[in-house]
Antibody, heavy 121, light 108 residues
């Protein structure tokens, strides 16, 4: 059974960089076939896809966040990470990591539990 | 960009009622549409993929239909454990993904 677990600071100051890591267990990122994704949910709001990375390192980001987002992968640790720069209060949200199929039906089948990140001084 | 809308934004129904949610895409997305259930404080859970395919282990009271721009998600007999917010998600304009705004379902 694949499991994903987010980790990182729960509080980030405005203008700083938000950094989160997702650790994958029960499956190998380097086996391919999946987009390893970050999705966020503002308090009481809907879901916003941030971006994904493939095991090879190729990435794609939501155009609305592209200038501030970097997603990287460390296959040796079976982890992938999110960095979001120049954060403001508008980036306060629950951040989820998730796995999406990279072929056929492109759905998110495994999700982390989510981690709340608050942007505040 | 493909925009997704859902209606209603919220609904209240009685246990045993048939519940229907619609999702509309701003352009033709074929059947590239998935449905998720999210309970409070939990991550979303995949229910339906490719518009009408039931994910393994999901109760058969959940179903989906549609293609092109108009899609429907149905709970044939609402149960107390179905209280949640339901989201549609398209993947036609890959490499990106877009979620609908969600429909909150309550028990009357």
């Amino acid at each position: 059974q694949v499991q994903l677990q987010e980790s990182g600071p729960g509080l980030v100051k405005p203008s700083q960089t938000l950094s989160l890591t997702c650790t994958v267990s029960g499956g190998s990122i380097s086996s391919g076939g999946y987009y390893w994704s970050w999705i966020r949910q503002h308090p009481g709001k809907g879901l916003e896809w941030i971006g994904y990375i493939y095991y090879s390192g190729s990435t794609y980001y939501n155009p609305s966040l592209k200038s501030r987002v970097t997603i990287s992968v460390d296959t040796s640790k079976n982890q992938f990470s999110l960095k979001l720069s120049s954060v403001t209060a508008a980036d306060t949200a629950v951040y989820y990591c998730a796995r999406a199929q990279a072929a056929g039906a492109r759905y998110f089948d495994y999700w982390g539990q989510g981690t709340l990140v608050t942007v505040s001084s | 960009d493909i925009q997704m809308t859902q209606s209603p934004s919220s609904l209240s129904a009685s246990v045993g009622d048939r519940v229907t949610i619609t999702c509309q895409a701003s352009q033709d997305i074929s059947n590239y549409l998935n449905w998720y259930q999210q309970k409070p404080g939990k991550a979303p859970k995949l229910l339906i993929y490719d518009a009408s395919n039931l994910e393994t282990g999901v109760p058969s009271r959940f179903s989906g239909s549609g293609s092109g721009t108009d899609f429907t998600f149905t709970i044939s007999s609402l149960q107390p454990e179905d209280i949640a917010t339901y989201y549609c998600q398209q993947y036609d304009n890959l490499p990106g993904f877009t979620f609908g705004p969600g429909t909150k379902v309550d028990i009357k």
